[in-house]
């Protein structure tokens, strides 16, 4: 999944994009060590997700200055 990740960051540097960002639900720390492991940080942006009944998730921006 790595090498793929970095095709399609580079493919979007290249196209000029100036950042590149990801949500990542908070309690998935595998896939936020994935994206620190590339470069990307936690911004402090987050979005609550209702999810019925009655649970909210938690997606956190991670991004990288491209």
Known sequence: GGILFEEAVCRLK???FPKAYVFVLRENEK???FYERHGFAWDG???DIPF???TVCV???YCKEL
């Open 31 to 33: 896939a936020r060590r």
């Open 52 to 54: 019925p009944p009655d």
């Open 59 to 61: 997606d956190l921006r």
């Open 14 to 16: 290249k196209a000029g």
């Open 45 to 47: 942006t987050h979005q």
